[in-house]
């Protein structure tokens, strides 16, 4: 039998993404009980890490999804996922297995749940037990609007659940469910509810689970299905009122869509780090592998692009506070191309380690068990795809009503790090967005940087980018802003969440020019301005020589922080290893 190894206790009230880091030490350690190796032991097992799961519980992790007025320390989005960050840069399955799948479930409940029902969530979290997300059905994908899985009034005015779900994290480990159903045989917005059911005191029979589903990626990760049988639910599980649960999901998404790519972040900076050691560690042809241009490069577009899906997730999760009427697009955007660009890092990331990045043992091992971690961002939760149909019916409305027109988002939206009032989840709009500050604040800005410089030169491209979407969006059919849209519509979709990417990075430089660490300097915001505009059709903006300066200083600037021991986010914190 192994000896468990007792969880350090780290006390504080500074920055709990600091506390949380020393609590876990340098990952790199091999005598760190909750390093990497005994990590990559659990993923071997195919089991969750029950070391990094006794320390998230005496650090109290489930405290961070509770808000304050109901006994936890849930207040602002953009600090829960930096912590969040920190679990997931170093084993991902214990980011979601443990904690940010009782995170989904409990967004329904703080948006839309009764006094009571907010009360039992929040004692059941703050005792450390699991609350699951209970939506998919294989069948319908992302398309949980014709969900099947059917609740009807029972003789005593309950209700009876029927049905079966898939593919369910923690759905046998959980105390509490909050459950996807149809209530209304027809088509339409008002055909599903949701509710939020105890485990506790279910008659035998009423639910059975599946087998669990084997993945290559988040292999420790339990993901399960179950089948419920004339399962009774009280009347006072009902979460919201009847045929609200498609509008409920809605405005929950825009929280969970935005938070999921800046958690996921923390892979790629884990991956860059790795990547980096490998490269400076190794030598060929006679000097080491960071030596070559290639990998120089490789390194300084990854980190750009991390820096750029920092600067965009950021930014939506701090409009959620302060925006909540618009974030609906935003949400969606984040999701869009921050998985996106997070895969693609990594995929080029792998070129630079070679057969390492493929070995499942040794001091790089980590990359592969991340790589395959993270590609599940590109379609759990919800596909990119879905999140483009959330953006395409938005288009020749903002094209129309906003762009150009509305006024400039606040300056408080791009001040990293600075505090803003508790979320308030019943602002959380689930309609149509009626304006665009953050491509408001990207005109805004472009007009005063001088067009001769570099940011200049970058800022009027993605001003022009954003004209000539406000003319194609504009003339958009109506076949066009539905799940049977063209390849081109589709299209636009994706130019316009790059366009959202290049405003949060030029409003997070612009505002953060004055402060003692600016997020972002002129040169690391030409690079992540120069990679999204690699992902738009046209001529680069920079120059051959200039993009080859501006990259090897990237490069450089990586180096520091490895050796600094620092991140590669905008937030450029210290870490244990």
């Given at each position: 039998m192994?000896?468990?190894?007792?969880?350090?206790?780290?006390?504080?009230?500074?920055?709990?993404?600091?506390?949380?880091?020393t609590?876990l030490?340098?990952?790199?350690?091999e005598?760190n009980?909750v390093?990497?190796?005994?990590?990559?032991?659990s993923?071997?097992?195919?089991e969750?890490?029950?070391?990094?799961?006794?320390?998230?519980?005496?650090?109290g992790?489930?405290?961070?999804?509770?808000?304050?007025?109901?006994?936890?320390?849930?207040?602002?989005?953009?600090?829960?996922?930096?912590?969040?960050?920190?679990?997931?840069?170093?084993?991902?399955?214990?980011?979601l297995g443990?904690?940010?799948?009782?995170?989904?479930?409990?967004v329904?409940?703080?948006?839309?749940?009764t006094?009571?029902?907010q009360?039992?969530?929040?004692?059941?979290?703050?005792?450390?037990?699991?609350?699951?997300?209970?939506?998919?059905?294989?069948?319908?994908?992302n398309?949980?609007?014709?969900?099947?899985?059917a609740?009807?009034?029972?003789?005593?005015?309950?209700?009876?659940?029927n049905?079966?779900?898939?593919?369910?994290?923690?759905?046998?480990?959980?105390?509490?469910?909050?459950?996807?159903?149809?209530?209304?045989?027809?088509?339409?917005?008002r055909?599903?509810?949701q509710?939020f059911v105890?485990?506790?005191?279910?008659p035998?029979?009423?639910?059975?689970?599946?087998?669990?589903?084997?993945?290559?990626?988040m292999?420790?990760?339990q993901?399960?299905?179950?089948?419920?049988?004339?399962?009774?639910?009280?009347?006072?599980?009902?979460l919201?009122?009847?045929?609200?649960?498609?509008?409920?999901?809605?405005?929950?998404?825009?929280?969970?869509?935005?938070?999921?790519?800046?958690?996921?972040?923390?892979i790629?900076?884990?991956?860059?780090?790795?990547?980096?050691?490998c490269?400076l560690?190794?030598?060929?042809?006679g000097?080491?592998?960071?030596?070559?241009?290639?990998?120089?490069?490789?390194?300084?577009?990854?980190?750009?692009?991390?820096?750029?899906?920092?600067?965009?997730?950021?930014?939506?999760l701090?409009?959620?506070?302060?925006?909540?009427?618009?974030?609906?697009?935003f949400a969606?955007?984040?999701?869009?191309?921050?998985s996106?660009?997070?895969?693609d890092a990594m995929?080029?990331?792998r070129?630079v380690?070679?057969?390492?990045?493929?070995l499942?043992?040794?001091?790089y091992?980590?990359?592969q068990k991340?790589?395959?971690?993270?590609?599940?961002?590109g379609?759990?939760?919800?596909?990119r795809?879905?999140?483009?149909?959330?953006?395409?019916?938005?288009?020749?409305?903002?094209?129309?009503?906003s762009?150009?027109?509305?006024?400039?988002?606040?300056?408080?939206?791009?001040?990293?790090?600075?505090?803003?009032?508790?979320?308030?989840f019943?602002?959380?709009?689930?309609?149509?967005p009626?304006s665009?500050?953050?491509?408001?604040?990207?005109?805004?800005?472009?007009?005063q940087?001088?067009?001769?410089?570099l940011?200049?030169?970058?800022?009027?491209?993605?001003?022009?980018?954003?004209?000539?979407?406000?003319?194609e969006?504009?003339?958009?059919?109506?076949?066009?802003?539905t799940?049977?849209?063209s390849?081109q519509?589709?299209?636009l979709?994706?130019?316009?969440?790059?366009?959202?990417?290049?405003?949060?990075?030029?409003?997070?430089?612009?505002?953060?020019?004055?402060?003692?660490?600016?997020?972002?300097?002129?040169?690391?915001?030409?690079?992540?301005?120069?990679?999204?505009?690699?992902?738009l059709d046209?001529?680069?903006?920079?120059?051959?020589?200039e993009?080859?300066?501006?990259?090897?200083?990237?490069?450089?600037s990586?180096?520091?922080?490895?050796?600094?021991?620092?991140?590669?986010?905008?937030?450029?914190?210290?870490?244990p290893?």
């Amino acid at each position: 039998m192994l000896l468990e190894t007792p969880v350090p206790v780290i006390e504080g009230t500074g920055n709990r993404a600091d506390l949380l880091d020393t609590l876990l030490g340098d990952p790199w350690d091999e005598a760190n009980p909750v390093g990497y190796p005994e990590i990559l032991a659990s993923d071997e097992r195919q089991e969750m890490f029950p070391a990094g799961e006794r320390y998230l519980d005496t650090f109290g992790l489930n405290a961070e999804f509770v808000p304050v007025e109901h006994g936890g320390r849930f207040t602002q989005v953009d600090r829960l996922a930096e912590i969040l960050r920190t679990v997931w840069r170093r084993d991902p399955c214990l980011g979601l297995g443990y904690g940010f799948s009782s995170f989904i479930a409990s967004v329904n409940l703080w948006s839309a749940g009764t006094a009571e029902q907010q009360r039992a969530a929040a004692e059941l979290l703050l005792s450390g037990r699991k609350i699951a997300s209970v939506y998919h059905e294989l069948a319908h994908g992302n398309d949980f609007s014709r969900a099947e899985f059917a609740g009807s009034r029972g003789p005593d005015g309950g209700w009876l659940l029927n049905g079966t779900k898939d593919v369910v994290t923690n759905f046998q480990r959980s105390a509490a469910l909050v459950v996807f159903t149809r209530t209304d045989p027809a088509r339409g917005s008002r055909s599903h509810s949701q509710f939020f059911v105890r485990k506790d005191g279910l008659p035998e029979g009423a639910l059975e689970y599946l087998p669990r589903f084997p993945s290559s990626g988040m292999r420790g990760v339990q993901l399960g299905g179950g089948e419920f049988t004339d399962c009774p639910t009280p009347a006072s599980s009902l979460l919201g009122a009847e045929g609200q649960g498609i509008e409920t999901a809605l405005r929950s998404f825009q929280l969970t869509r935005s938070i999921l790519p800046s958690m996921c972040a923390g892979i790629l900076d884990s991956g860059i780090r790795t990547a980096l050691s490998c490269a400076l560690d190794r030598r060929l042809y006679g000097d080491t592998v960071a030596a070559l241009p290639y990998v120089r490069s490789v390194i300084a577009r990854a980190f750009a692009d991390l820096l750029a899906v920092d600067a965009l997730s950021t930014v939506v999760l701090r409009a959620l506070h302060l925006l909540p009427s618009e974030t609906a697009v935003f949400a969606s955007a984040t999701k869009y191309l921050g998985s996106r660009m997070l895969i693609d890092a990594m995929d080029e990331l792998r070129t630079v380690l070679g057969a390492q990045g493929f070995l499942r043992e040794g001091r790089y091992a980590i990359f592969q068990k991340l790589h395959r971690d993270l590609a599940p961002a590109g379609f759990g939760h919800a596909s990119r795809a879905a999140c483009q149909v959330t953006i395409l019916p938005q288009l020749p409305r903002l094209a129309r009503r906003s762009w150009f027109t509305d006024a400039s988002a606040p300056a408080a939206l791009f001040r990293i790090g600075t505090a803003l009032d508790p979320l308030d989840f019943t602002a959380l709009a689930a309609g149509s967005p009626r304006s665009d500050g953050l491509s408001a604040a990207l005109v805004e800005i472009s007009e005063q940087c001088p067009p001769d410089t570099l940011v200049g030169r970058l800022a009027a491209r993605f001003r022009a980018e954003l004209a000539a979407l406000r003319e194609e969006c504009g003339r958009l059919a109506p076949r066009d802003i539905t799940i049977g849209a063209s390849p081109q519509a589709y299209a636009l979709a994706g130019r316009y969440t790059v366009v959202l990417a290049a405003a949060a990075c030029l409003g997070v430089w612009w505002h953060g020019r004055d402060t003692a660490r600016p997020p972002l300097d002129e040169t690391s915001l030409a690079a992540a301005l120069d990679r999204l505009v690699g992902r738009l059709d046209g001529p680069s903006v920079l120059t051959t020589a200039e993009r080859e300066a501006v990259e090897e200083e990237m490069f450089r600037s990586a180096v520091r922080r490895l050796d600094d021991r620092r991140l590669f986010d905008l937030t450029a914190r210290r870490i244990p290893g």
